[in-house]
């Protein structure tokens, strides 16, 4: 699944001119998704990867982006917590691999750059 960002919204979902995290006009891989109870839609999103840097994810409003693609990627998993359900690789969900990624715990980065790897090969 790929999106074009064609706005940028603030945390309180005001219309804002300049992010740090996302370029009007970019197209991302979404990594991936998740829907509160009211039905707002958030995309897991790459935002930065620089050269030998640890990359930085971040969750974003789908009012944000235009859908320009719609694969699944076949390494998504369902999930449920509380009044959040979603999609994303069931490698990613194992409790505490997101903890351990945040905290840059060497250990994760193959598990997600192969995940990553796998979603953008999908949906070139």
């Not at 804002?16 to 995290?21: A, L």
């Not at 999103?45 to 719609?70: D, K, L, T, Y």
């Amino acid at each position: 699944m790929k999106v074009k960002c064609v706005r940028l919204l603030s945390s309180s979902g005001d219309e804002i001119e300049y992010s740090s995290w996302l370029t009007i006009g970019q197209i991302y891989h979404v990594m991936s998704l998740s829907v509160d109870k009211e039905g707002r839609r958030s995309y897991g999103i790459i935002n930065r990867h620089p050269e030998g840097e640890w990359p930085q994810m971040g969750n974003h409003s789908a009012e944000c982006f235009e859908v320009v693609s719609e694969v699944i990627p076949s390494n998504w998993c369902e999930w449920e917590r509380g009044d959040f359900r979603g999609a994303a690789p069931a490698a990613w969900q194992v409790p505490g691999f997101y903890e351990a990624f945040y905290d840059h715990e060497p250990a994760t980065y193959p598990v997600f750059e192969r995940e990553r790897d796998l979603i953008m090969k999908e949906d070139p």
